[in-house]
T-cell receptor, first 112, second 114 residues
Framework: LAKTTQPISMDSYEGQEVNITCSHN???????ITWYQQFPSQGPRFIIQ???TKVTNEVASLFIPADRKSSTLSLPRVSLSDTAVYYC?????????????FGPGTRLSVLP | DADVTQTPRNRITKTGKRIMLECSQT?????MYWYRQDPGLGLRLIYY???????NKGEISDGYSVSRQAQAKFSLSLESAIPNQTALYFC?????????????FGEGSRLTVL
């Protein structure tokens, strides 16, 4: 299983762009990179997923360098409601549920 | 209504009691999972089921058992609850063969064992 490392916590201010980097040095060829968001007392929610280069949706962007040993979740112009824990997961889609490991995640605090 | 529903949402019990947490889903997904979350930690997989006849242990299955009563229902049991099983429990589903393999979570069941 590919182990991931991400910062335990980050602070930001409203309106700023936030970048959260995740390291996954032993990522396998078939592995995808997925990010989830979790608000207090709620289940995690899928944000974005990618394999390589850049993926963008209405919520975030995901940047993956060519060696795929790291990835960066970018949240544009954060608001107070983006305060949450963000998890980086790495794994093959076929074994998604059984092998994905939710580590401690990154606790993002957005300040006014 | 939520697509993945967990009951009860909160439960306080005593050491040695049997507890069942129930999960039902209306998403029509084949795959269901039970996770446990402790304060400040990520989620750890307890059991997962890829269909009604397929049950598999996850990372921390000791002290837990599950039952997949139907495609839409997956229950987690603690036969004899102990205090270190105090945690927030999440049920999740995913669709077999779906490109993203996205997990859909319930709102959680908070269990306190005294």
């Amino acid at each position: 299983l590919a182990k991931t490392t991400q910062p335990i916590s980050m602070d930001s201010y409203e309106g700023q762009e936030v970048n959260i980097t995740c390291s996954h040095n032993n990522i396998a060829t078939n592995d995808y990179i997925t990010w989830y968001q979790q608000f207090p007392s709620q289940g995690p929610r899928f944000i974005i997923q990618g394999y390589k280069t850049k993926v963008t949706n209405e919520v975030a962007s995901l940047f993956i360098p060519a060696d795929r040993k790291s990835s960066t979740l970018s949240l544009p112009r954060v608001s107070l409601s983006d305060t949450a824990v963000y998890y980086c997961l790495v794994g093959a889609l076929d074994n998604y549920g059984q092998n994905f490991v939710f580590g401690p995640g990154t606790r993002l605090s957005v300040l006014p | 209504d939520a697509d993945v529903t967990q009951t009860p949402r909160n439960r306080i019990t005593k050491t040695g009691k049997r507890i069942m947490l129930e999960c039902s889903q209306t998403k029509g997904h084949d795959r269901m999972y039970w996770y446990r979350q402790d304060p400040g930690l990520g989620l750890r997989l307890i059991y997962y089921s890829f269909d009604v006849k397929d049950i598999n242990k996850g990372e921390i299955s000791d002290g837990y058992s599950v039952s997949r009563q139907a495609q839409a229902k997956f229950s987690l049991s603690l036969e004899s609850a102990i205090p270190n099983q105090t945690a927030l429990y999440f049920c999740a589903t995913s669709e077999r063969g779906r490109y993203t393999g996205e997990l859909f979570f319930g709102e959680g069941s908070r269990l306190t064992v005294l």
